[in-house]
């Protein structure tokens, strides 16, 4: 993905750079066909003043954006690596359809459409997509379950549980959540209750 979002960067520079240029010579047309009375053209002109912005800030978003780790809540400017990818997408085909295919404009483009194909590439599945997401929402709803005290202690199984920050020790193992921390204590419970049915069977 870092690799996609690299690609879409450089693409994105290499486009606003080419779009600076576009959007002055594409003023310059419109300041022309105004003065001799094509207004349809001034218009025209215009939007490809716009298209020359646009496309160019959006693989730029796109491309800068795939390094930025997703917000658990708040204000996000970007919603994650798919979004990441249409950005880029978007822009490659802009690109090409307000400059058309010449060799300034096709280098921005296939860096751009590169980008976003390795990012849709490496688009993890949904279940495994916000790890971090995924086990805020299990602890918040183990913790209705499971009752820490005012010192950030609670019990789990008879085992203590220490509540410190967003992390969990248990017999002096450090959890990055609730979730890893009840499956060591009923782990570690098993194999206890493993080993003392292995013991009387053997006294037997």
């Known amino acids: ?13 290499i486009a606003l750079i080419f779009g600076a240029f576009g959007y002055s010579s594409f003023a310059t047309l419109g300041d022309i066909a105004s003065s001799v009375g094509n207004e349809a053209g001034a218009q025209e002109m215009s939007l490809y003043q716009v298209a020359s912005i646009l496309f160019p800030f959006a ?15 708040g204000l996000a400017l970007f919603g994650g690596p798919k979004e990441s990818a249409f950005l880029m997408a978007f ?12 060799a300034f404009s096709i280098v921005p483009a296939i860096l751009l459409g590169l980008g976003a194909l390795l990012v849709f590439n490496d688009l993890p599945d949904n279940q495994v997509a916000h790890p971090q997401r995924q086990n805020s929402m299990t602890t918040a709803a183990q913790e209705k379950t499971i009752k820490f005290d005012e010192h950030g202690v609670a019990r789990h199984r ?5 509540r410190s920050g967003d992390k ?3 017999k002096n193992k450090m959890f990055e959540s609730l979730e890893e921390a009840t499956t060591f204590i009923e782990r570690d419970a098993a194999a206890a209750l493993k080993q003392i049915s292995s013991r009387n069977t053997n006294e037997l």
């Open 59 to 73: 693989g730029l978003a796109g491309g800068a954006s795939c390094f930025v780790k997703p917000r658990e809540s």
């Open 158 to 162: 008879g085992t203590v549980i220490q």
């Open 1 to 13: 993905m870092k690799i996609g979002g690299i690609l879409g960067t450089i693409g994105g520079f």
């Open 91 to 102: 822009s490659s085909v802009g690109m090409l359809w307000a400059f058309g295919f010449n």
């Open 168 to 170: 969990y020790s248990v």
